[in-house]
């Protein structure tokens, strides 16, 4: 049975930082591209960020370029989401995702992990 479990979300104050984590179980995580997603309310999910199975290529949305940092440990079955000088508009509901380079979308889902970024 797959599994994407996020970890990490809490209340941060602007210019903050958090990292999220996600522990993947129920299949090789060496061999998939794994991402992290977001949604706020009333908003539409967007993606954050993706690495790509060995590590060697990672995309950005443009809310997180260059303040955010996307890795992973596939000996672990962890993949990070290190987040730096967070805003308000970064509150949302945060996924981990499995396969986000497939072109039909990410294939499983985590059940997300919230980050509110507020004073």
């Known amino acids: 049975q797959v599994q994407l479990v996020e970890s990490g979300g809490g209340l941060v104050q602007p210019g903050g930082s958090l990292t999220l984590s996600c522990a993947t179980s129920?299949?090789?995580?060496?061999?998939?591209?794994i991402g992290w997603f977001r949604q706020a309310p009333e908003e539409a999910r967007e993606e954050v960020s993706c690495?790509?199975?060995?590590?060697?290529?990672?995309r950005y949305g443009e809310a997180a370029q260059g303040r955010f940092t996307i890795s992973r440990d596939n000996a672990k079955s962890r993949v990070y989401l290190q987040m730096n000088d967070l805003k308000p508009e970064d509150s949302a509901i945060y996924y981990c995702?499995?396969?986000?380079?497939?072109?039909?979308?990410?294939?499983?889902w985590g059940q997300g992990t919230q980050v509110t970024v507020s004073s």
């Open positions: 129920g299949f090789n995580q060496d061999y998939w591209a």
């Open positions: 995702v499995m396969d986000c380079l497939a072109a039909e979308g990410p294939i499983y």
């Open positions: 690495i790509s199975s060995s590590g060697e290529v990672t």
